[in-house]
């Protein structure tokens, strides 16, 4: 059987949040509103019509969900600041009461012994900015350097573990090019201009911390999936490849001093033309201490020549009759190896941390207790995974579960429980699920 005393003494576990999923008072003290505010107010965007406000209420009721951390037994709570919450504006004035919620957030979890990781961009951009065109916009930059800036010297003498963004390619995708996330924006004419902002972003956000906060560990996270052809046909790689390139490289590559991945695909090709980004590459190009993977699936793909730009469509799970969580997800720990060991390869990524991973299942109360024996085998496998490639001399440094309570899941509204901790969303009663305690005698060994 798996313990955490395998990893060793200095392994850092820990549990992973998001402000928008958590947070509650969207438009209370002093907070402006988020993209997602806005989205969540359209009908039809979110699965049920669900309502991002009051989510877990976590902004009156976060003593009570650090202490829910220390009775798991996790030593780290990864979380986001709401940009809108400290610039209603975006830039600008300053929103005092924001300000101190997250430095009273930052002084229970030290006070119980919770090391906090804090996210600076967790898809969260206040709508003001997206007046401007958000992502797309040149502007977007200096706001966001802005934002960090008073983030740094406002916790940067507290916390010293920092991370940039979250998922860069999930909210440029599903945001600015599909449309199915906040704000909505569809075509490679707001992707390729987001994409770049985002990559300059990461970098230049980083170089502020290095010089604002001393002995920070700064991070950034990226959305990973091995990416597996359907066929060994010449069509079915070369669509996994493109596939890839987007999902996998398209970030991480810039940071690493290389560029944009653009070599062998025309469409990139002429992003890089049309944007001259081979002239930013020292600015995209920043050394990370650490590097953060989330990981909940390996995605197969076949060739579609009717799919615009990338000719590539994905086989589910399902119709593949492989084991899948309630997402329709593909369960495959190999395949979280697989995706470990590929960006372990890259020479300037030094140490890996493991920032989100979980599943979600139709979790249900039953006489008090929530049994979710799918999500704790989900997590066996998964980290024996983990150990395997740490055992091969992979320096991976930290694990964190997604998520500690159930949340608002985007576009999948109240609908997708990912959590430890079961919400009630009526009544916003937290119950410890099975894995929960799982996790707690897990992290006792």
């Not at 209420?57 to 709570?77: I, S």
């Not at 998922?167 to 770049?196: C, D, I, R, W």
């Not at 020292?282 to 799919?307: C, S, T």
Request: proline fraction near 3%.
């Amino acid at each position: 059987m798996i313990k955490a005393s395998d990893f060793g003494s200095k392994f850092i576990w820990g549990v992973a949040t998001a402000a928008a999923q958590i947070e509650g008072t969207a438009s209370q003290y002093g907070k402006g509103p988020s993209i997602w505010d806005t989205f969540t107010a359209k009908n039809g965007k979110i699965k049920k019509n669900h309502k991002l406000d009051p989510a877990c209420d976590f902004y009156h009721r976060y003593a009570e969900d650090v202490a829910l951390v220390k009775l798991l037994g996790f030593t780290v709570f990864r979380f986001s600041i709401a940009w809108s919450r400290i610039l209603p504006n975006g830039r600008g004035e300053v929103n005092q009461e924001g300000i101190r919620f997250y430095h009273n957030l930052i002084d229970e979890c030290l006070s119980n012994g919770i090391t906090p990781y804090i996210t600076l961009y967790h898809w969260d951009l206040p709508q003001a900015l997206e007046d401007e065109g958000g992502w797309t916009s040149f502007s977007i930059n200096a706001a966001f350097n802005a934002f960090v800036s008073i983030c740094a010297m406002e916790y940067g003498d507290k916390v010293k573990n920092w991370i940039v963004l979250n998922e860069p390619f999930g909210y440029t995708s599903l945001g600015y090019m599909l449309g199915v996330h906040a704000p909505g924006k569809t075509g490679l004419s707001n992707f390729f201009p987001a994409v770049l902002h985002t990559a300059l972003a990461q970098a230049e956000g980083g170089k502020i911390l290095r010089a604002e906060i001393s002995k920070a560990n700064i991070g950034t996270t990226f959305s990973c999936s091995e990416i597996i052809p359907y066929t060994q046909s010449d069509s079915d790689l070369l669509a996994a490849k493109r596939v890839d390139t987007l999902m996998n490289r398209l970030f991480i590559e810039p940071t690493q001093g290389m560029g944009f991945p653009t070599a062998n695909w025309d469409v990139l090709e002429k992003f890089q033309i049309e944007y001259g980004t081979w002239r930013l590459q020292e600015r995209m190009k920043f050394d990370f201490d650490f590097i953060g993977l989330q990981n909940y699936f390996p995605l197969v793909v076949k060739y579609n020549a009717f799919i615009p730009v990338i000719q590539a469509w994905e086989v589910k799970a399902k119709s593949r009759k492989k084991p899948h969580t309630a997402m329709g997800w593909e369960i495959n720990a190999d395949s979280f190896y697989n995706i470990i060991k590929q960006f372990a390869a890259y020479p300037n990524v030094k140490n890996i941390m493991i920032t989100e991973n979980g599943a979600a299942y139709h979790d249900k109360i039953s006489n008090g207790n929530v049994v979710d024996a799918e999500r704790i085998a989900y997590f066996e496998l998964y980290l024996q995974a983990l150990l395997k490639a740490k055992k091969e001399g992979i320096n991976i440094t930290g694990y964190m579960a997604w998520t500690l309570m159930d949340n608002f899941e985007w576009a999948e509204g109240f609908n997708a429980r990912f959590g430890l901790v079961h919400t009630d969303f009526h009544t916003l009663k937290r119950t410890i699920k099975y894995s929960g305690y799982w996790w707690q005698e897990f992290l006792k060994v």
